[in-house]
């Protein structure tokens, strides 16, 4: 037809997932290790497994389960503290290597990433053929081995990924999404926790072909507004992009108590701590935040979050002690006189901070003031040198 627009072409994504990467650095920097089950992680009373080698999940143990459970179901493991430093030169070999093949890289974590190699299959020929040579190149340069999934988008390539562990590849054309999620479990999708799966069997969908056929008066009692977005999931739909530029969208800080916490005083204390900590992590970055989150976890690793938008964006820490302590005591409202093991304070939403003028209000410069000289002299004298008084009870 005359005029008609191209067609815009297929896209080619692959998820790269590496090994059991902490482990296997492990095993790579210390060959004695090799076969044996390997655990990295928190060695003491209150640590969480970090990541265990495949040898070690045969006994069942698997990231974020207590060290202390692990020892019990494997006390034959070896088991290491974490070298983040090594780590992440591995890392930085791996992404290095990636780049070669595409600009288009999302970095997940250090061990894993999404690439978008539509453009580069007309250099280095077809995306599983890409998929392929990454691998050989990751062993090469760095003795470790990596998963690879590749599909037409992020959601397929990750379960891709995910079904050819360790030391995989598996490659979805579009003709076949549905033949290969459809004999899938409901567990196998994004969002489908075993609260959320639990409640699907309890209605007769088990897989993923039975969710993506389901019926809205079944789905919309369990997912609300999202089921039709879960609908499309289970058919193997996602058009999100590979963010090649993608910056940290979340600044955060936690810490895990070494005995539970039920002294709201104590919390609050604690928590104005972790907010000052997170302020003055964007300060660094020069960013302010749209929105401010709490993240509390329980004894039985129960986890929940809140969080709410800010109007204007800040840095401050007052301001962002004052939204987390009132999300903190929304949560506290609902589960009266509750023992807390992990507290956290998150700032989402990042965008460049606003230039102060001659207008804003006198608080506000004061407490902006205020925050430039805490960090100055932190900068000088050592992150503990200077402490709000919010935080004082909280004090180790």
């Not at 998929?131 to 090469?140: E, N, T």
Request: charged share 20%; aromatic share 6%.
């Amino acid at each position: 037809m005359i005029g008609a627009m191209p067609k815009t072409p297929m896209r080619s994504i692959l998820h790269l997932d590496m090994d059991a990467f902490y482990a296997s650095v492990e095993q790579r920097d210390a060959p004695q290790l090799r076969g044996q089950p390997v655990i990295v992680g928190g060695l003491g009373a209150r640590g969480v497994v970090a990541t265990a080698s495949y040898e070690a999940r045969k006994f069942g143990v698997h990231s974020a389960m207590p060290t202390a459970e692990a020892r019990s179901r494997c006390p034959h493991g070896v088991y290491i503290a974490p070298r983040m430093s090594v780590y992440k030169e591995a890392s930085e070999q791996v992404f290095e290597i990636m780049r070669r093949y595409t600009p288009l890289v999302q970095g997940l974590s250090l061990d894993e990433a999404f690439l978008d190699v539509t453009a580069s299959q007309s250099i280095y020929g077809p995306a599983a053929k890409i998929a392929f040579d990454l691998k050989q190149q990751i062993r090469l340069r760095t003795q470790l081995t990596a998963s690879v999934g590749v599909a037409p988008n992020k959601l397929v390539a990750k379960i891709a990924s995910e079904l050819r562990k360790p030391d995989g590849l598996l490659f979805i054309a579009p003709p076949d999404v549905n033949e290969v999620l459809d004999p899938l479990s409901v567990s196998k999708l994004f969002g489908v926790g075993p609260k959320t799966a639990a409640s699907l069997n309890r209605i007769g969908i088990h897989t993923l072909g039975e969710l993506r056929q389901a019926s809205d008066a079944q789905l919309q009692p369990i997912f609300g507004r999202d089921a039709f977005v879960i609908r499309q999931r289970a058919a193997g739909i996602d058009d999100r992009p590979v963010l090649a530029e993608w910056e940290e969208k979340q600044i955060s800080t936690e810490t895990t108590f070494s005995i539970d916490i039920d002294n709201p005083r104590l919390l609050h204390a604690e928590l104005s701590r972790l907010a000052d900590r997170t302020s003055a992590r964007l300060r660094a970055r020069q960013v302010s935040a749209h929105g401010i989150a709490v993240k509390i976890r329980r004894h039985d690793f129960s986890t929940f979050t809140r969080q709410r938008r800010c109007a204007p964006a800040t840095h401050e820490s007052s301001a962002i002690a004052d939204l987390a302590q009132a999300l903190f005591n929304e949560w506290l409202a609902e589960h009266p006189g509750a023992a807390v093991r992990l507290l956290g304070v998150g700032a989402y939403d990042l965008g460049p901070v606003a230039q102060m003028t001659l207008f804003d209000d006198p608080p506000q410069q004061s407490h902006a003031k205020l925050d430039a000289a805490v960090d100055t002299i932190r900068a000088k004298f050592g992150s503990q040198a200077v402490m709000r008084g919010s935080s004082l009870h909280g004090a180790r």
